[in-house]
């Protein structure tokens, strides 16, 4: 039986952009970085860790983009980290909201979509 997600992969531009946008904004810290044999078109890859959540970053030498899914962090400060993020100028696409709960621990909860370096939706909840 599957007991989580390992990681979630996400193709980047430029990997020293994402690796300093997601240690700056999101306290994730790189923590492995290695070549992909027989994958020439592939730079490097990148892993980065918070908690128990790993964001793999691809490095791609062709244009490869990120379409159609997005991540989701807990927050535990929601109105400062929103704030923080706001005032850094990460890009909002979806501003705060309250969203119907699917558990009775998330009434009041609130949920913000954010955008990354790479088009990558980053929604946080909390």
């Not at 193709?11 to 240690?23: H, L, T």
């Not at 959540?53 to 062709?62: A, D, G, K, M, P």
């Not at 980290?81 to 609130?110: C, F, S």
Request: glycine share 8%.
């Amino acid at each position: 039986m599957f007991t989580r997600i390992d990681h979630v992969a996400i193709s980047v531009k430029d990997r020293e952009k994402s690796i300093d946008f997601y240690e700056k904004n999101f306290g994730f810290k790189k923590y492995f970085e290695h070549d992909v044999p027989n994958v020439p078109d592939l730079e490097k890859v990148v892993y980065l860790q918070l908690g128990n959540t790993v964001l793999e970053f691809e490095h791609w030498n062709s244009e490869k983009e990120n379409r159609g899914y997005h991540f989701c962090l807990i927050s535990d400060a929601f109105d400062s980290d929103y704030q923080k993020l706001k005032n850094a100028g990460v890009p909002i696409v979806t501003g705060p909201h309250i969203p119907e709960p699917r558990t009775p621990q998330e009434i009041g909860w609130k949920r913000v979509v954010f955008q990354g370096p790479d088009g990558e939706l980053i929604e946080f909840r909390g």
